[in-house]
């Protein structure tokens, strides 16, 4: 999704919305003392509901594009955001492109579900086999 055509603009636009400053420092930083209680620059746009929750092609597309859904953050910031969610663990990283990869052949398969069951689909087991 990040080839998207869109996506540079969309970047731009939050980094200019953010002013190029961690979101997270914003909010909390000052408050609760992270990071010394200094703002940092932004490093990264993170989507705050991750796109790859998504249960339909047109759902991932609109979480993926929508600003309201995008926040800079710097570094430290968005590791910990991944450290909470625990959404970069081996584990998790493998589950979700294993998910991606059933759900990007499914959208390009039509009869996908209904071939799971004989095993014969175009189900793919191996996210670098991802037919996209």
Known sequence: MFNDKRW???KAFVWQRDGGLCRV???EGIEAGV???YIKSGFACHHVIPFESAKSKAEMERLF???NN???VCKDCHAKIHREM???TKDKVAENKRRGAERRASWLDPNYEA???EGQGSKV???SKTPI
Request: proline fraction near 8%.
């Open 125 to 127: 087991d191996d996210p």
């Open 115 to 117: 071939n799971q069951g």
């Open 35 to 37: 990071n010394g209680g």
């Open 25 to 27: 420092c914003k909010r």
């Open 86 to 88: 625990k959404s970069h």
């Open 8 to 10: 540079p603009g969309i």
């Open 70 to 72: 995008i926040i800079l």
């Open 65 to 67: 594009l929508d600003t």
